[in-house]
């Protein structure tokens, strides 16, 4: 697995993590056991990266859960989320998180979709300098708020900047990757396969004629290389509830190279 270093640290993480919105807010025993599996899954794979968020409904409760349970090798790299308005709500929404992780610092803490940011971020410098948070974030999803994205980062000491970008969703090239590799800033992508849309898109087809002389064996594989070959990118976080999946996944982190633009090229003209 390929590890990026966190800006301006000498800590690396794997360019591949694993998503728990909609698939990890589950109550079902079945389910659960399944969402272990996914787990076990990121960990063998040499992956690290858990994301989650209060807005998740069970996520947080379901991934803390697990990870407890993960092997005493597992070391998780927890990112979440605050997602409410007002100070003493987020303190109270962070405290519920560290409960759920079982931890008393969390790796990663974002203000999710730049919500009430200004009363979160004091929290937040407050905590990272008491080492109860490592890394302090900002997220959001949809190339209509990069703008409002840009100007968090240059406004707050942010360490990781969580932004939306895929294939067929590539704003982020334009203005807040350059901008992260300027300041210092590590980028988490959400939304790496369009929320499942790009896989419906490709469902069916077979592989373009560059995967197999490059090592790629599935689609999955094709479009999250494309994100995390991106030097910007320090990590993708594809969710699933799949274990096979989640697998196939890790799988674009260990291959070599760039080839963007051969994707590129024929994402271009594949017309999907
Ligand atoms: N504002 C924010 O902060 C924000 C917003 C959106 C998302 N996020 C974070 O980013 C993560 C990723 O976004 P997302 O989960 O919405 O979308 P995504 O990762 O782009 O796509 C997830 C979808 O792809 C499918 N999938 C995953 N791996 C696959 C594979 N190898 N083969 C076939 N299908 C595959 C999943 O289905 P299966 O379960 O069947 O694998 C699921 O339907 C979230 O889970 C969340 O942690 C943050």
Redesign the pocket.
Known sequence: MLTRLIPRTDEAVPVIGC?????FDVSDARKIARLGDVIGALFAGGGRVV???PM?GKAEKVSGALLAGAAPSAQPFIAT?VWTHGKSEGIRQMEQSMAYFRTECIDLM?V??LVDIDAHMRTLIDWKARKRIRYIGI???TAGAHRAVEQAMRDYPVDFV?I?Y?LDDRAAEQRLLPLAQELGIGVIV???????D??RRVRGRPLPEFAAPLGFK???QILLHFIVAHEAVTCA??????PE?MT??LMAGALLGDHRAEILSWWNKAGL
Not at 190 to 196: A, D
């Open positions: 998503g728990t919105y909609r698939a994301d989650s968020s998740y989320k974002q999710h979709n997220t959001h999803y969580q939306n895929a959400n939304y790496p396969l369009g929320g499942g790009l896989m599935s689609w999955a976080i594809p969710g699933t509830g799949n999946h196939d996944n």
